[in-house]
């Protein structure tokens, strides 16, 4: 069973910046493509930022605006979010997923993520 665990959420200003972590228990790591999604009460979840199992591929959400970033390092097994420049409008329970070929196959619990205007 693969199992992902999110970390790095929190309560930032507006303008501010976090990073998401999400490491993965199985092996090989590499395997997987990986995604971001975020939701907030009463609306679907819907994805943040996607990469490809091989790490050279990425997907962003227009929403994005260029302002996160999304990696992968195979050595610690972790895909990361980098969510600088934030708004009020970025506050959400962002979720981790992975699956082969494509993100949605397995989910993480989430971390919450406030951005105070």
């Known amino acids: 069973q693969v199992r992902l665990v999110e970390s790095g959420g929190g309560l930032v200003q507006t303008g501010g910046s976090l990073r998401l972590s999400c490491s993965v228990s199985?092996?090989?790591?590499?395997?997987?493509?990986m995604g971001w999604y975020r939701q907030t009460p009463g609306k679907e979840r819907e994805i943040v930022a996607a990469i490809s199992a091989s790490g050279d591929h990425t997907y962003y959400a227009d929403f994005v605006n260029r302002r996160f970033t999304i990696s992968k390092d195979s050595g610690e097994n972790t895909a990361y979010l980098q969510m600088d420049s934030l708004t009020p409008e970025d506050t959400a329970d962002y979720y981790c997923?992975?699956?082969?070929?494509?993100?949605?196959?397995?989910w993480g619990q989430g971390t919450q993520v406030t951005v105070s205007s």
């Open positions: 199985e092996r090989p790591y590499n395997r997987y493509a």
């Open positions: 997923s992975a699956g082969v070929g494509a993100p949605g196959d397995y």
